[in-house]
């Protein structure tokens, strides 16, 4: 599980950074949240196949997070996608980007299924697949505007092969049954329990992506005990007034968010094309919350299972 | 008059090229020729800013020319733009752009006054200026499509002070009325003419913009002795069949085109991405018509007066 953040400006682009887009990536799939314009332009620079997105997830209907949306399907239709998408977005998106001509749902090769998002939800789940599941929770924005949190699920615990075949177990049917709970014969007519030979599965992992937003109730909920956190930090401290006037955060405000729901790891994104320098910001938010850093396009984050569990 | 193609590329962007569009920068003002993803962060690129841009004319409503536009519209908004914007396009675009959230008409602090072009129309003169005036023809594409040609209007004789001095005229009122055309009285009680002092302006210039469409007399009509042409070239010769049953023009027929018009210069862009290199494409257009090059993104091309001219 990796993530990388394909545009980590605000509103505009600068000559340094994009608009706002991450990727997800994980074994053979990506999750794409928000998806500025330009954003596959930035897949394409670091090299992963819009092909591979399973699912596209929109926090709200402001331009610089969804304008990207057409181009990406037009290249989708180009390359004769056929397999599905999920778009979970703010329910009026469906109705909008389909009249545009070229992307119109027939002109598609591939069917889209909507997730609507209605103003007044609290929280949803609203993507499951086998390994992960995605939540949405409304955030406090100009607009309806919600966070997503990328929750994997438990993992099944695995065998010690070697202490079991050392306590006689070397069957299949038997590794099967101590998965299921169940004691097995071992060598010397002893039985050998679960506890014996299983290794419980890592910790799940997660991934909190929250922008644009004042610090609310609905990121902390989202970032509670995340592995990384990925948090909109528009302004520094100098702007927190028009941090709060724009419904945007500032980067100590995010660093409180990240230290409040005991994130492990934040991500300041979405930046101010005020800022050249990001320093200020990041020092800001290091005051409050250590392990924070400023997100850099185009690298790879990877989401490490929770050191101090097992 | 400066030319500076921002992208070049059909269909998809690559790592490369990027999405049609060109900029036609002349003393404080820009007129842009297509619009497709990625337009206003290549105008940053190259220094070019969007407050400058007056007039924005759009050849046809498939995404790769289009989906930039509302980006843009959204980062003169950003910028508290109030000047008035003309945006020249078929018509259908106007209903569409500004359905979005966040570029809704009533949301944008300047004024758009839309320029409809209706499918049918053979050929208008759709922006004016003192300088210079905008003409669209249609050409022939899968879906209702248009070429553009820039049209410098003729520019007045100036006077040779220096020799109107020599013959005795200095006064202000005699120099006007020599530019109208009146006869004046110089020193030694000769009368000097305006044909002896005047100079005739530069001939006009001209620049065609010309893409998806396949080879056909709107493209000849509006490159007629143009300064310089911008025509596309999807494919090569290989794939001629293929640029006729998609619509485009091979590098050929960019190339015959130029030729049949009498252009001065031709830029060959909108290639497919399945061209890495453009060698074959610039040497099959050179056959034909030596002038013509690759469309180099963010170059600036100057329209220089006709050198056989005067």
Redesign the interface.
Known sequence: MIVVPLGTSS?????TR??SATAFVNQGYILLFDC???T??RL??CRLKHSRIEAIFITH????HY??L??LL??MA??RRTARLVIVAPE?LSR?VH?????REEELPFPVEYVPLREGMAKAVVYDRPDLYVEARAVDHR?FSVGYRVQEKPRPPRIDAARARMLGVTDYTDFVALKRGQAVQGSHAQMVTPEEVLIPGSAPRAFAYVVDTRPCEGAVQLARNATLLMHEATFSEALRKRAHDTAHSTARQAAMVAKRAGARRLLLCHFSSRYRELDTLVAEARAVFEPAEAAEELRSYPLEPYADES
Do not use: K
């Open positions: 509103a505009a682009p600068t000559l994009h608009l500025g314009e330009g596959q332009l394409q620079q209907l402001h331009g610089d304008f990207g057409m181009g037009s290249s180009l390359a009026a909008l009249l545009l001509p070229g992307i607009v």
